[in-house]
């Protein structure tokens, strides 16, 4: 149980759900963890049960990202791992998103409206932002502090990206969500590709559906979710952290530009 032995990790939206459980797999596994959240309090009550630091900002705001990683910096002096993990379904508080999304699913809605016409430009806005933007935000300033360390042993310092299976399947009724969760796997392979010479590595997670909070309002599509996938049921957050374990370690030294998906089945490729 030590294969993050000696390496800093910081988990972006780790207060809860696929976060916190990574947050926790990394720590029995030796790192020393940073949990980051829009929250403090929150961040800080995960940090205390896995006897990790709390940090907070919003990754879609750029200064506030850097202003974190200065902190990450002064106080740790070095980076091993950034795990860029924070995000939303778009759901959040709109009961109207909530009904679209399950009448995409439903066989008794006759001529439904299409679900594009009611994404406004700001939720389009805010699912890249905080996604897309602030992965690429987090990504940027980590490499500031991961670049310093002249001496990293082959494979060792790596960025782990968290795509879905919707940025490859897609989903109706989910447009800015699955343009957001595709652009973070070609994000990935770029950087992967600019960053290989440097020995970092940089990969994506693409989970199937996992419950956590962002889907347990979905409840009506479980169903259906587990009628669709081969294993027959829905994912645990324990399904994407082991996988995230076995990215960051040295394990996976040889494994870069690459989306492991933890699915269930529900998507199958390669
Ligand atoms: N649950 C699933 O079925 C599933 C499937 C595929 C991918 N994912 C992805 O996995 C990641 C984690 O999802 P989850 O299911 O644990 O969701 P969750 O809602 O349980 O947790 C998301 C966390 O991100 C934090 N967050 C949101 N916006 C933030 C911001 N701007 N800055 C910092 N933190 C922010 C939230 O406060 C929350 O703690 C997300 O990127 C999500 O898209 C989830």
Redesign the pocket.
């Known amino acids: 149980m030590s294969r993050l032995q000696g390496k800093t990790a910081l988990i ?10 990574i947050a926790q797999r990394f720590s029995e596994e030796g790192a020393k963890v940073i949990i ?4 403090l309090d ?2 800080q009550i995960t940090a205390d049960q896995i006897g990790g630091s709390a940090l ?6 750029p200064q506030a990202v850097d202003a974190m990683f200065e902190q990450v910096r002064r106080k740790f002096d070095s980076l091993d791992i950034l795990v ?6 778009g759901l ?1 508080g709109d009961s109207d998103a909530h009904e679209r999304l399950l009448g995409t699913y439903s066989e008794n809605i006759d001529e439904p409206e299409l679900p594009i016409f009611s994404v406004t430009n700001e939720a389009w806005s805010k699912m890249l ?3 897309l933007n ?1 992965t690429f935000f987090c990504s940027r300033a980590a490499l500031r502090i991961m670049m310093r360390h002249g001496d990293r042993i082959a494979g060792s310092t790596n960025i782990i990206n ?5 940025g490859t399947a897609g989903g109706a009724g989910a447009v800015a ?1 699955c343009s ?2 595709a652009g973070i796997l070609g994000f990935t392979r770029s950087l992967a590709r600019e960053l290989a010479p440097h020995k970092i590595r940089v990969n994506a ?11 347990s309002s979905l409840e009506d599509m479980h169903p259906a979710l587990v009628a669709q996938t081969p294993l027959g049921h ?2 645990e ?1 324990d399904d ?1 952290a082991w996988a995230a374990v076995y990215l960051a370690s040295n394990e996976a030294k040889f494994v870069t530009g690459q989306a492991l998906s933890p699915n269930g089945g529900w998507h199958m490729s390669q």
């Open positions: 972006t939206g780790a207060a809860r759900g696929i976060g916190a459980k980051n959240d829009l929250s929150a961040a907070a900002c919003d990754v879609s705001d860029n993990n924070a995000g939303i379904s959040e932002a905080v996604h602030g968290m795509g879905s299976i919707m969500y957001a969760k997670l693409a989970p199937g559906h996992i419950y956590t909070d962002m889907i829905l994912g957050t994407i």
